[in-house]
């Protein structure tokens, strides 16, 4: 297949449920190719897959994410693009220092019991749920909340909100896909941020009134005092985008991962009560099933690269689920091994952008993946996995399945 018709599979509903197999056509052609002239592309000249080049682009701080034209007529890209995680330099520097200070290790650690106490919640009610034979949505009853519930108590939003939350980041996600910009996602991701924009400024106001111990309440504390070079407007951006990435990604860490491994019972068996193992199950899951799938960074000047001829300001699609089954780097990398030798995954990035809630979510897998698998271990899947459809973020929406008893 040449590229175009790898990219043709691609965007095919059998590639929206399994990019992989083009993925491995696509390393066929090298580490970049060319890309043939689409509307779905029109800013962006390569598509990369191979793990060095791949790696090699996000490192570089010259490679930058451009704004898309006419940004400034719509909420959602306002609020993109007044965030660390879509600016460049100094603007992402500075905020993202800011950010920074609040993920510390002790901060982290302090967050172990909230996610154990959330784990060992969301477990009782799927022996609930479960009991006397009856299916159970592991995403609904499992998946998603966890993630959800940890982030909300870590950054301060009432639980009762996240029903209503969720719809808005389901419009935002919707947009995100590389065939996402129809309008009618456009109007629904813009009223989905300029809801959370108000939400949040409601949410402030209220933590300036009555402060707790939220990442809420002590970024609008140093906010107030001057300590730190941050907008309200700015933080309500950052906080929207945080909230995005720091659990969506985790709620397909979780329902990717759990049928890699119950396919493989001894591993499944074993996780329990053996902490290296699980950090090796979640560096894998992620490397093997990678929630998201590509990022763009646009060229600061004519170059080559990888011998593709890149312009200036032209985009390069980096496929990090690609490059993350590259098999120059990941030999054999369809196969799920927990105690896999080589380079890190590529899952959340590396470089300037590299994801600040990283290891959150992988504390989160850590600590609850061995405690699913310990408290239901004749856990299967009793049906066919549902996938989101999605280029960008790709995980499962339904997976239903029984406990055991």
Known sequence: MDVDEILTGLYSEQGRQNPY?????????????????????????????????????????EWYKGAPPGWQDQEILRTFLSSMMFTDPPEHTRMRAVFAKTFTPRRLGALEPVIVRVVDTMLDRMAEAGAGGSEVDFVADFAYPVPALVMAEFIGLPEADLPWYRQRVDWIDEYMDVAGKTPERLARANQAAEELRGYYRELIAHRRRQPGQDLISGLVEALDSGDVELTEDELISNLIVLFNASFVTTVYMFSNGLPVLLAHPDVAAALPGDDALARGCVDEVLRLESPVHFLARAAPRDTVL??????????????????????????????????????????????????????????????ALPRLLARFPRLTVTRTPTYSGSLFLRGIDKLFVSTGG
Do not use: K, M
């Open 306 to 367: 990888g011998g593709v001829p890149v312009r200036q300001g032209e985009n390069v699609l980096l496929i990090i689920a690609a490059a993350n089954r590259d098999p120059a780097r990941f030999p054999d990398p369809d196969r799920f091994d927990p105690r896999r030798d080589g380079p890190p995954s590529l899952a959340f990035g590396v470089g300037l952008h590299f994801c600040l809630g990283s290891a959150v979510s992988r504390l989160e897998g850590r600590l």
């Open 21 to 61: 197999p083009w993925y491995a056509a696509l390393h066929g052609h090298g580490p970049i190719s060319t890309v043939p002239t689409r509307p779905e592309h029109s800013t962006v000249s390569a598509v990369a897959g191979g793990y060095d080049l791949v790696d090699r682009v996000l490192r570089d701080p």
